[in-house]
């Protein structure tokens, strides 16, 4: 069974940094690029970060460029996201997610989601 677990989110003040993980299970970690996506309250999702499998490649959402950082471990099965200089917008539930080029990325596969609140 796939599982995506998602840790690290909390309250944060506006430019502060939080680092989030994700334990992945179930599948070969390794071998799928893998990606972050949020929904912030009453709103649609939307894309922040994607790895490929090997890291070599990564990609970040204009809102975050610059302040957002993706990798991983295949060892430990882990991705990351590590947020730095938080805004209040960034305020969101956050998911990893197997990244499908094939579907909208409101329909990839996802954890549970871990909350971050960016608030003074």
């Known amino acids: 069974e796939v599982q995506l677990v998602e840790s690290g989110g909390g309250l944060v003040q506006p430019g502060g940094s939080l680092t989030l993980s994700c334990a992945a299970s179930g599948f070969t970690f390794s071998n799928y690029t893998m990606s972050w996506v949020r929904q912030a309250p009453g709103e649609g999702f939307e894309w922040i970060s994607t790895?490929?499998?090997?890291?070599?490649?990564?990609s970040y959402a204009g809102s975050v460029k610059g302040r957002f950082t993706i990798s991983r471990d295949n060892g430990k099965n882990t991705l990351y996201l590590q947020l730095n200089s938080l805004k209040t917008e960034d305020t969101a539930m956050y998911y990893c997610a197997k990244t499908d080029f094939g579907r909208r990325y409101e329909y990839w596969y996802r954890g549970q989601g871990t909350q971050v609140t960016v608030s003074s």
């Open positions: 790895i490929n499998s090997g890291s070599s490649s990564t």
